[in-house]
């Protein structure tokens, strides 16, 4: 009885790339492939790619040297694929500056990965980066009750690919092409098939997930919240949630959505980029500061619970001091839990990229630093709100001592529980002890807060 053959998927960037890596891997599984988490003794290596930023492209360069010096000094024939937004970008110029690259695959034929490969050990460095026409979706197989529940009772479904936005510093466009939407039908599918199989929360996923146009049962496009409207009809299925938004696309249904359905976690990623109208009209965002603060306003009135998080970039091509200020103000006005902030990097061929008034890249460090302080500050205020309240949360995993468990809260922070009377995958009603820099301490709602075993410091908690 032969070995089965061992694969090893790195994923970088976006939830899109973690959802694409496992079913990268469900589809190998039909070819004997048994996931392992060591690369050194994995007989296919796949790197699963970004290439939003810079440094992110430039990851996978560094990462690709250290396999060759790996394979080479272990004598292996591992073999090495590319897969993808870098793959998609950068196939020849991947098959150039590293040859041990077997094989590079863009993110709309990863279905094809067995024949790909079949090619690749024949001896052919195959690169496969064409928009095909058929569906991945129609060719992949279902992930097995066991592969669902290694991966815990959160799962990802990507509901919608692409974009049409084209803001000028983004590559998404040109990596992932146009806006598709999957079939409601073939999404209920899939999630009803997630939750048969013990995965309690579901986030749909799409680079422009609120632009979600899916042909419903009856021959109409569905939005998104009418997608949700659905889903939240799943038996079992206890919360949903959905990423990344754009605000051109946060129509009343969708704002209504929060506040009718209980399973919509009152939590909202919604990118915004920059506080001043001057650099959202360079970066082709087609929306301005009062429009965000508008669809803030309204949610909060629909849900008043609701947190928020956020995407920023500094130091885009010709950003003042006043347009930078005009961002701190926003943040400060808005209070965000939680947000991702970014210098600005050219990316090739996007037109950002072509400016002449680039921002130095001293300005630029100094920038993020006092924006990162800034929301650093917020979230530590946010998370500081919690404590006394109380919330259910979604047991995910073992803590590090004996007897804790860890959850995710509405607002996706991580929870710690000693001794909860419950285990993973149920959702217990906790009150939050205390706050740490990393998580949050809890007690079940039927504990004695002042019990000793329960009301343990965060800080000896996470030692």
Same mark, same amino acid.
């Given at each position: 009885?032969?070995?089965?053959?061992?694969?090893?998927?790195?994923? $970088? *960037?976006?939830?899109?790339?973690?959802?694409?890596?496992?079913?990268?891997?469900?589809? /190998?599984?039909?070819? *004997? !492939?048994?996931?392992?988490?060591?690369?050194?003794?994995?007989?296919?290596?796949? =790197?699963?790619?970004?290439?939003?930023?810079?440094?992110?492209?430039?990851?996978?360069?560094?990462?690709? *040297?250290?396999?060759? @010096?790996? @394979?080479?000094?272990?004598?292996?024939?591992?073999?090495?694929?590319? %897969?993808?937004?870098?793959?998609?970008?950068?196939?020849?110029?991947?098959?150039?500056?590293?040859?041990?690259?077997?094989?590079?695959?863009?993110?709309?034929?990863?279905?094809?990965?067995?024949?790909?490969?079949?090619?690749?050990?024949?001896? @052919?460095?195959?690169?496969?980066?064409?928009?095909?026409?058929?569906? @991945?979706?129609?060719?992949?197989?279902?992930?097995?009750?066991?592969?669902?529940?290694?991966?815990?009772?959160?799962?990802?479904?990507?509901?919608?690919?692409?974009?049409?936005? $084209?803001?000028?510093?983004?590559?998404?466009?040109?990596?992932?092409?146009?806006?598709?939407?999957?079939?409601?039908?073939?999404? /209920?599918?899939?999630?009803?098939?997630?939750?048969?199989?013990?995965?309690?929360?579901?986030?749909?996923?799409?680079?422009?997930?609120?632009?979600?146009?899916?042909?419903?049962?009856?021959?109409?496009?569905?939005?998104?919240?009418?997608?949700?409207?659905?889903?939240?009809?799943?038996?079992? /299925?206890?919360? =949903?949630?959905?990423?990344?938004?754009?605000?051109?696309?946060?129509?009343?249904?969708?704002?209504?959505?929060?506040?009718?359905?209980?399973?919509?976690?009152?939590?909202?990623?919604?990118?915004?980029?920059?506080?001043?109208?001057?650099?959202? %009209?360079?970066?082709?965002?087609?929306?301005?500061?009062?429009?965000?603060?508008?669809?803030?306003?309204?949610?909060?009135?629909?849900?008043?619970?609701? +947190?928020?998080?956020?995407? !920023?970039?500094?130091?885009?091509?010709?950003?003042?001091? +006043?347009?930078?200020?005009?961002?701190?103000?926003?943040?400060?006005?808005?209070? $965000?839990?939680?947000?991702?902030? $970014?210098?600005?990097?050219?990316?090739?061929?996007t037109p950002a990229a072509e400016h002449d008034d680039q921002v130095p890249e001293a300005v630029k460090t100094e920038r993020l630093a006092e924006l990162q302080r800034l929301l650093e500050a917020s979230k530590a205020a946010f998370d500081a709100s919690c404590r006394?309240?109380?919330?259910?949360?979604? =047991?995910?995993?073992? *803590?590090?001592?004996?007897?804790?468990?860890?959850?995710?809260?509405?607002?996706?922070?991580?929870?710690?529980?000693?001794?909860?009377?419950?285990?993973?995958?149920?959702?217990?009603?906790?009150?939050?002890?205390?706050?740490?820099?990393?998580? =949050?301490?809890?007690?079940?709602?039927?504990?004695?807060?002042?019990?000793p075993a329960r009301s343990r410091p965060l800080a000896a908690m996470e030692a």
């Open positions: 009885m032969h070995e089965p053959r061992k694969l090893y998927v790195k994923s $970088f *960037g976006c939830q899109m790339n973690v959802y694409d890596s496992h079913r990268m891997a469900d589809t /190998l599984a039909r070819e *004997g !492939f048994v996931e392992t988490q060591d690369p050194a003794q994995a007989d296919l290596v796949i =790197l699963n790619t970004c290439h939003i930023r810079e440094k992110a492209a430039e990851k996978v360069y560094s990462e690709l *040297g250290r396999l060759r @010096k790996a @394979k080479q000094e272990a004598g292996s024939d591992t073999m090495i694929a590319v %897969a993808g937004c870098v793959a998609q970008a950068e196939g020849a110029e991947i098959m150039r500056r590293a040859p041990v690259v077997d094989l590079v695959v863009g993110p709309q034929s990863y279905h094809r990965l067995p024949e790909l490969l079949a090619q690749a050990r024949a001896g @052919k460095r195959v690169v496969d980066t064409e928009f095909p026409v058929e569906d @991945k979706f129609d060719h992949l197989p279902a992930p097995s009750r066991a592969a669902t529940r290694a991966r815990g009772p959160a799962a990802f479904v990507t509901v919608q690919e692409g974009c049409d936005k $084209f803001c000028t510093f983004c590559v998404v466009p040109y990596t992932r092409g146009a806006e598709v939407s999957r079939p409601v039908a073939k999404i /209920l599918d899939e999630a009803t098939r997630l939750v048969d199989q013990g995965v309690r929360e579901i986030t749909l996923i799409g680079q422009n997930v609120n632009a979600f146009h899916g042909e419903g049962p009856d021959g109409q496009d569905w939005s998104l919240a009418r997608l949700m409207q659905r889903l939240a009809q799943v038996n079992g /299925l206890a919360r =949903l949630r959905y990423t990344t938004s754009h605000p051109r696309d946060m129509g009343d249904d969708l704002i209504a959505a929060h506040r009718d359905l209980p399973q919509l976690m009152p939590y909202l990623h919604l990118p915004v980029q920059s506080g001043s109208d001057r650099i959202l %009209a360079a970066m082709n965002r087609r929306h301005r500061r009062e429009d965000f603060f508008a669809i803030i306003e309204r949610m909060r009135a629909a849900r008043p619970d609701m +947190a928020l998080s956020s995407d !920023f970039i500094v130091g885009f091509p010709g950003e003042t001091d +006043a347009d930078f200020e005009d961002t701190l103000e926003l943040v400060r006005r808005t209070g $965000f839990a939680s947000a991702y902030s $970014f210098k600005y990097s050219p990316r090739p061929g006394g309240r109380t919330f259910d949360i979604l =047991l995910e995993k073992p *803590g590090r001592q004996v007897g804790q468990l860890i959850g995710r809260s509405p607002y996706l922070q991580s929870v710690v529980v000693n001794d909860p009377p419950a285990a993973i995958g149920d959702l217990l009603t906790v009150t939050i002890t205390d706050v740490g820099p990393n998580s =949050l301490a809890g007690v079940p709602v039927a504990s004695d807060p002042a019990s």
